[in-house]
């Protein structure tokens, strides 16, 4: 008896490890699930831009990216697809960052750089931003989704997240 006592208490998990395993749980389930309800809720009622960036989650964003990458590559050298290369595309004047690509005179025309508060409403709607853009995306309608995606493009830049000394607001 005493021998099978020993042999087995290394086995049991005490209550306190128990404890913390169960009071993770939920953070680990809401991690891997994330719909960022939560960090909507923190937001009250009507955040602005940068409440949406201050909360933005690149690692979302990256998920998110999944819907440009059928157009758009982001690694340094990458090239181009249906759409122009994105790597270091923040702080950058519009329609300047391929070299190879033909972007239309609607984005040529623009002007200005791309800050995250422009990517933010060009993200939104291209072709409202941009009337006769090749850009055939509907856009992403979620401000977080925004958020995210914008983050998730100033850490795929020289130095990693170099592009947070562009000013978010102009
Ligand atoms: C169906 C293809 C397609 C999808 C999907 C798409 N894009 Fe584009 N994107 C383009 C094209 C084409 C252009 C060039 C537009 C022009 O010249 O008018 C462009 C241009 C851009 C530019 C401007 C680049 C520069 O050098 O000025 C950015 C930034 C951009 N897209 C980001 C995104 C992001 C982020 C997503 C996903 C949320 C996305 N795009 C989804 C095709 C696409």
New binding site residues.
Partial sequence: MLIIGWVRRPFRPSSLGLRTVLLALPFLVAACSDDGQERRRSLGDTPSFGDFMRVADAQRGGRL?G??A???TVRMGAGDR???G?YN?IG?P?????KRFG??G??RSLGGV?TPDR?DV??AAPAKL?PG?????RG?QDPLDRAD?ITY?QTQTDGGRGAESVPSRQ
Avoid: E, I
Avoid at 94 to 98: K, Q
Avoid at 133 to 137: A, E, R, V
């Fill in positions: 990216f819907q440009c059928a157009c758009h249906d759409g122009p994105l595309v950058k519009v329609a300047t960052n391929s972007y239309t609607a984005l791309w990517l060009w993200l941009a853009t090749s850009m055939s995306f992403l995606v493009l």
